[in-house]
């Protein structure tokens, strides 16, 4: 590992001649550009540092017919726009040892305007719909994923290297080592690590890092989950962020902790209202829970996705909001003032953040635009409650399958505006194909089921 950071914590923009400098005095030899295509899938395109000053240009093309979600091969012309504020020496190196550095980019068209299927610059548009009402959003994401051990061969296997179990320590917990070097690479990348741990499921762990506005976090998530990977391949472990990997125990989520700003100060908090939550968060919070549905093909947005989403393993499925209740969809942590938040708990770390996080802020200004009220809290355990008791209080639960969710998203409003029409198209497009890819599938469970039997 580097012993260097180069890493803006201070607010301001990298110059670019400050780049060229770093690059030279750290003998950076590659520079990635780095994007997400419509599956939040990073990609990127490698030059020599010699041409960093045809990236800074925004002179780099790419050819958009080959990325998924983006263009037909007649229109593929596209440009890197990178982001110079996102520059970093990537504290791993490759095979070859060599020093290389990352640039964020916004994919442009070839007129100069940003590609509306770029999810990235498709998150700057939402933020500029918040920002004509005077909002702007922070989010705090809670990725979890689980590391899981690889054979003499060096394939991944579904065996996990401990069986630990919710906060653990070692020697139970054999991720200690590994989450360490993960935190002490995310912190030499300029994050702010509050807190690691082990999570309930056997190789299952944790790394919270602080909350950042809307768009910082979704970059944050995307290398967030390229260090964690990184890392734990030198151990030679998989890290993996799909959502429910192992039948029978808990699978990842990745819980969003939101807040809206306005004129500096947090818009949620009103000391003198009830539950000291202002109107602004009251009509969020409703507006939350009557697009979630609708959105929930883009924080949840793989088939595997509704394994997770079962009752049983503590993932949220029920469609109300609390004070403390961990049953709930939404609950409102205990901070108020500035730390005044809503914990959205059913994404999972699968989802494309910034599709999933511009999806959460439409459906939080719908709710401030309509002012849409949300029901009384519940602060009962739902998971225990049955099913006559829920109906009788009204308490709906998310889609049962990738299906169901497209055919909310399809006839919502709120969520194709999240997504824009290029990226909606796109999306449901892929989204259909997976589904029916795996409906036809012929599974192990059904031969071993019915083979014999018929």
């Known amino acids: 590992m580097t012993e260097f950071t180069h890493v803006r914590l201070d607010g301001k923009k990298y110059t670019e001649e400050e780049i060229k400098k770093i690059i030279k005095e750290q003998n950076v030899r590659f520079i990635k550009l780095q994007f997400v295509d419509i599956n939040g899938q990073v990609k990127n395109m490698s030059i020599p540092s010699e041409h960093i000053d045809k990236a800074l240009n925004n002179e780099i093309m790419l050819d958009g017919s080959s990325i998924k979600g983006f263009r037909s091969i007649e229109t593929s012309d596209m440009f890197f726009h990178p982001d110079i504020n996102s520059f970093q020496i990537l504290p791993w190196r490759g095979e070859s040892g060599v020093n290389s550095a990352r640039l964020i980019c916004d994919i442009y068209n070839a007129d100069g305007t940003p590609f509306e299927g770029c999810p990235r610059c498709n998150l700057k548009r939402v933020m500029q719909e918040a920002e004509k009402l005077g909002f702007s959003m922070n989010i705090g994401p809670e990725a979890e994923f689980f590391l899981f051990s690889k054979d003499k061969d060096g394939n991944v296997t579904t065996n996990t290297q401990d069986s630990a179990g919710y906060y653990d320590v070692g020697p139970e917990d054999l991720g200690e080592d590994v989450r360490s070097d993960i935190v002490l690479t995310l912190q030499e990348m300029g994050f702010d690590i509050e807190a690691s741990h082990h999570e309930v499921a056997d190789g299952q762990h944790e790394i919270d890092f602080r909350y950042a506005d809307i768009l910082t976090a979704a970059d944050n998530v995307t290398t967030f989950r390229i260090a964690v990977k990184a890392i734990a391949a030198k151990h030679n472990l998989h890290a ?115 599709l999933a996080f511009a999806a959460i802020l439409e459906t939080c200004l719908d709710g401030i635009r309509n002012k849409i009220d949300p029901p009384a809290p519940v602060e009962s355990n739902i998971y225990k409650l049955t099913s006559k008791e829920r109906k009788k209080q009204r308490i709906d639960s998310l889609p049962g399958s990738l299906a169901e969710a497209l055919d909310y998203l399809d006839k919502s409003l709120v969520a194709k505006a999240a997504l824009g029409e290029h990226i909606s198209k796109e999306f449901m497009t892929a989204k259909k194909k997976e589904w029916d890819s795996f409906r036809t599938y012929v599974s192990q469970w059904e031969l071993d089921k019915y083979l014999e039997r018929y």
């Open 240 to 354: 993996t962020f799909m959502p429910k990997p192992i039948y029978g125990i808990n699978g990842s989520g990745m819980h969003c902790n939101v807040s809206l700003f306005k004129d500096g100060k947090n818009a949620f908090y009103d000391e003198k209202a009830e539950y000291q939550l202002s109107e602004t968060a009251k009509y969020a919070i409703g507006g939350m829970l009557k697009h979630v549905k609708s959105i929930t093909a883009i924080t949840n947005p793989v088939v595997n996705s509704y394994k997770r989403l079962v009752p049983g393993y503590e993932a949220p499925v029920y469609l109300a909001w609390s004070l403390a209740n961990r049953s709930a969809l939404l609950r409102v942590p205990a901070k108020r003032g500035v730390s005044t938040r809503v914990e959205l708990r059913s994404p999972d770390p699968a989802c494309n953040p910034y």
